[in-house]
């Protein structure tokens, strides 16, 4: 992520820069500084969230989490076959 944090912060100061150097007025190339700025840090905090959601969800698969109904267990409820030695006596 501090790659794009890098170049979003390039782009918030070369935007104004080529805006003066072109021509455009000190408080045009502030005002895009400013939507610059506050573009790329929605953008940070939402690409902290997706980051933290993906994590999370990938620790819960590799924790072998099964969810409310995904349990295994022995018996007969579980599709288990009773042996000769364990079968009722009448």
């Known amino acids: 992520m501090s790659d794009v944090v890098r170049w979003a912060a390039f782009s918030c100061v070369l935007v ?3 805006l003066v150097a072109y021509g455009g007025s000190l408080a045009g ?8 700025v506050a573009v790329t840090g929605v ?3 939402l690409l902290r969230q997706s980051e933290r959601g993906a994590a999370r969800l990938l620790a819960e698969q590799n924790n072998g989490h ?3 109904h995904g349990r ?11 042996s000769a030695d364990s ?3 009448d």
């Open 43 to 45: 953008c940070r905090v």
């Open 87 to 89: 079968a009722p006596v």
């Open 72 to 82: 295994t267990g022995s018996g007969a409820h579980r599709g288990t076959r009773h």
């Open 66 to 68: 099964r969810g409310r």
């Open 16 to 18: 104004p820069v080529v």
């Open 29 to 36: 190339a502030a005002g895009a500084a400013l939507g610059l």
